[in-house]
């Protein structure tokens, strides 16, 4: 797994436009989870946008949770943004406790869609407002307990913001 540079948001092309029928939901189309950090792994930070009512779905999801339409399309996304809230995790799940205490924060992207993620800074060190960018590591790297992944985590990769 490598880091990538920032790339422009762009949108793709016709052929990754949602499904528009449940049926052709697939456990590895990128409207999926597993599709998500399949991009990720790939170094793409892939969001959905709505075509209907201009809502980015981050992760994508076959169909938009504002007003429910299929007409969902993909692009990637641009790994700056600010930060808009945080917290700290005091008691995060098991495969984190050697990390806590954990800053956690919704990322506002400069596309305008939003991710939440791990910071990687202490608490008192990170404001609303402060720039940051997105970092994709192996899981292993971050030292993260891989006995706690459910079967289909573990490939997954982790992503954490790092002020600017």
Do not use: K
Not at 31 to 52: I, N, V, Y
């Amino acid at each position: 797994m490598t880091e990538e540079s920032n790339s422009p948001m762009t949108d793709t092309d016709s052929t990754t436009t949602g499904p528009l029928v449940p049926e052709d939901i697939t456990a590895d189309s990128p409207f999926t989870l597993p599709g998500f950090f399949d991009a990720l792994s790939e170094g793409r930070l892939m969001a959905a946008r709505c075509t209907e009512c201009d809502t980015h779905l981050l992760p994508p999801r076959p169909a938009c949770y504002g007003c429910g339409s299929r007409a969902v399309t993909l692009s990637e996304q641009p790994r700056t943004g600010e930060v808009i809230s945080y917290t700290s995790v005091n008691r995060p799940p098991s495969a984190f406790d050697q990390l806590a205490p954990i800053t956690v924060a919704v990322v506002e992207l400069d596309s305008s869609a939003r991710l939440t993620g791990r910071v990687a800074a202490s608490l008192e060190d990170v404001a609303i407002g402060d720039r940051v960018e997105l970092r994709v590591c192996d899981p292993e790297a971050v030292d993260i307990d891989p006995d706690f992944d459910l079967s289909y985590e573990e490939e997954w990769p982790i992503h954490v913001f790092e002020l600017l």
